[in-house]
């Protein structure tokens, strides 16, 4: 992302209000306000903040107890994991997951999460350090009765296993889905919800967007991952989530649904995957 690409402009605003199911607010350029405000002239009017260490969460949960359009999802992110073990040791990461746990139980903390595997960023060495921290989000996300967010990055067998061997939450949330379409099934066999950013409307996205096809509806999230992954045609420009009408339209496209009838989709999908 070039930082002095000027922003794209808004879209024309959704009829159906919805929600960025995973957004990273402190690592864009506007302040929260501004933010939401931005997101709401469009019809986003749900934001759902994802803090990827100790301290980001902290912060995280502090925005959604001030802001009512605002939840947040803690977790140690799965490239952060390890990185704590590295510098402190297994010590380090375990006192960190106990303060995520921590800050999960508060009723503005819908969801654990993002965790799960990343096979791209983090090397074999780290990949013990990750699957064990995985494996306490998990049980933490069970235990609290909160929603499971997944970052799954070139990992979908052993996040699968993980998943199956610890035996997933109840409300379990695949965030920027990027699974084929038989991954899709698996998904939607489990009752697991996919969240697609806005990579599907990459050109050179076709299985993602075979993914899309093969999900139901029921089981479709939208989100932006910003400030990552702006979706065409303004890939190059900051991201946020005023952006989500750009994705949930390529995605009514490949759905061949109504925009009106997906955002609905969407707006209730998100409502019941992380409990508001
Ligand atoms: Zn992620
Ligand atoms: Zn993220």
Known sequence: MEKSAQPAPPPVPL???VADSHTHIDMQDATVAQTVAAAAAVGVTTLVQVGCDLERSRWSAQVAAE???VWAAVALHPNEAPRLEREGGRKAL???LEEIAELAARPEVLAVGESGLDHFRTG??????QRYSFRRHIETAKRLGKALVIHDRDAHEDVLRVLEEEGAPERTVFHCFSGDAGMARVCAANGWFMSFA?????KNARPLREALAAAPPEL????TDAPFLTPAPYRGRPNAPYMIPY?????AEVKG????VLAEHVAANTARAFGY
């Open 94 to 96: 375990d006192a960190a």
């Open 124 to 129: 074999e060495e780290g990949r013990e350090a």
């Open 67 to 69: 802001h009512d359009a």
């Open 257 to 260: 649904l109504d925009e009106d």
């Open 247 to 251: 994705t949930l339209r390529a995605m």
């Open 220 to 223: 479709l999230l939208v989100e």
């Open 15 to 17: 009829n159906v209000p």
């Open 198 to 202: 806005g990579n599907v409307t990459f």
